[in-house]
């Protein structure tokens, strides 16, 4: 079998650890098919935690669940503990284990040479511990002083440890995400809530159909990319020999090419979460109404690539790992009766960045991308501050938004593909810090021509 294993791996071009992992990866798909025929609460239950112990076990070994019931059973500790702080407790506790993980395995070295490990698997997890301990934490407030969000997702009783696990490795989806509440889970296993209409509900079979097709179109398309767009070559003469035009091309292509990666992964994840059942989110308010499954949704590629503006990116990119960080980190430093500023995005992104891992190009990714977003959204107060006759005026400003992202969003992500702060800076460096200088003249330049409400100027006008 060994022998086997090698041999296909060799013949596809990737490590065998690699290909036990697609291998496990893809079995996601019947794994989450196969939940729904499962009868009864305990046994879907005990289904979620096994099935995905299981795939954790034949992905990366035993060592893999040990590393998982770390942060697991802190969190449900502090739940049952100390309930007033378990939320905050649980987050220290478990980014702390994580960056432990990370310092120690260090795996953005072995994805590069197409190594991995369960630490990928461990992130996702993670934020799957921290939601369900806040969202306990505030099963405890007062309504009045709750969000929205918060009053949905709150948990007034603690889960038992077997809806807690089986949350937490659902059917293998803690691989990649997508990440989901607590709540969402315990209604869908109960058939309460949307889950609740029908006995059946509606059918996965075509969104799951249009989700694989989807996934097979960019694996072909990011292995064809490949071979023209390799990062090697930003270590080869060649590239030194450019000029600024064309390196600055090259590094769109590799940051576009890389993409297609992970578009094809969380393509995988939302055909899983699709024909699970847990990824309907409801209907659409068509006629006739079609079912909604955008809680399986991690990407929305033609967002990405065809982005307006900055603002937009963590709306269409990661979306739900973005939707964790509004909703766990973002918003819960606004003080009340305050507009959030810039230090609540760069802390944000601060904490994405050290969720991806303590490399050096992360960091500078996501702290650039927090300057990457201020500058947007300053094109975007003088695109609203012009008056709708100057219509010309006002388009350009959203191509001028539209080509600012496109261009600082490639140039940004070079850190976060070749990692190391040395390789980093010399790409940076080599297009003279375009990307890096672009944003925070803009950002100077909003403190010197600040955007006036059109409205505004026209009331005074009158």
Not at 97 to 113: F, Q, T
Not at 161 to 168: D, T
Not at 391 to 417: D, E, H, P, Q, R
Request: charged share 15%.
């Amino acid at each position: 079998m060994e022998f086997d294993m090698e041999t296909v791996a060799a013949s596809v071009g990737v490590s065998v650890p690699v290909l036990r992992f697609l291998l496990c990866f893809v079995a996601t798909i019947p794994v989450g098919f196969l939940w729904r025929l499962v009868p009864g609460r305990l046994a879907k239950h005990v289904y979620s935690a096994f099935s995905g112990a299981l795939l954790s076990y034949l992905s990366f070994g035993f060592s893999s669940n040990l590393h998982f019931f770390v942060p697991m059973l802190l969190g449900y500790a502090a739940m049952v503990l100390y309930r007033p702080k378990c939320g905050i407790i649980t987050f220290f506790l478990a980014f702390g284990y994580l960056i432990g993980c990370h310092v120690y395995y260090m795996s953005g070295d072995a994805w590069k040479e197409g190594g991995i490990d369960a630490t990928g698997a461990l992130m996702v997890l993670t934020l799957k511990v921290i939601s369900c301990a806040i969202n306990y934490n505030d099963g405890l407030l007062n309504e009045e002083e709750l969000r929205e969000v918060q009053k949905k997702y709150r948990l007034i009783e603690l889960p038992s440890l077997i809806e807690y696990f089986g949350y937490c490795l659902c059917c293998g989806s803690h691989f990649v995400g997508p990440v989901y509440e607590m709540k969402d889970y315990l209604d869908w296993t109960e058939r309460k809530g949307i889950w609740a209409h029908s006995d059946k509900g509606p059918s996965p079979y075509g969104a799951t159909f249009r989700a694989l097709i989807q996934a097979a179109f960019c694996m072909a398309l990011y292995l064809y990319l490949l071979l023209y767009y390799p990062l090697s070559r930003f270590t080869e003469p060649i590239y030194q020999e450019w000029g600024f035009w064309r390196k600055l091309t090259y590094q769109y292509m590799s940051s576009f090419t890389a993409r297609w990666k992970y578009y094809f992964i969380w393509s995988i994840s939302e055909a899983t979460i699709i024909i699970s059942g847990l990824g309907f989110s409801g209907w659409t308010e068509s006629s006739p109404p079609k079912p909604k499954w955008d809680r399986a949704k991690n990407v929305d590629i033609l967002g990405v690539e065809l982005a307006k503006s900055s603002v937009a990116l963590p709306l269409v990119w990661n979306i739900q790992v973005s939707t964790w960080l509004r909703h766990y980190v973002y918003e819960r430093l606004i003080t009340k009766g305050k507009k959030p500023g810039f230090f609540q995005l760069l802390a944000t992104q601060t904490v994405s960045a050290v969720w991806h891992g303590l490399y050096p190009g992360y960091i500078i990714f996501f702290v650039q991308s927090a300057l990457i977003i201020a500058g947007s959204r300053v094109i975007y107060r003088w695109e609203q501050a012009i008056p709708r006759n100057m219509a010309l005026v006002k388009k350009a400003l959203v191509f001028m938004n539209f080509a600012y992202t496109l261009l600082v969003l490639n140039y940004s992500a070079i850190g976060f593909l070749v990692l190391s702060l040395h390789e980093s800076l010399a790409l940076f460096r080599s297009v003279y810090y375009i990307g890096t200088i672009l944003p925070i003249a803009l950002i100077l330049l909003g403190y010197i021509i600040p955007a006036k409400p059109a409205r505004s100027k026209a009331r005074k006008e009158q």
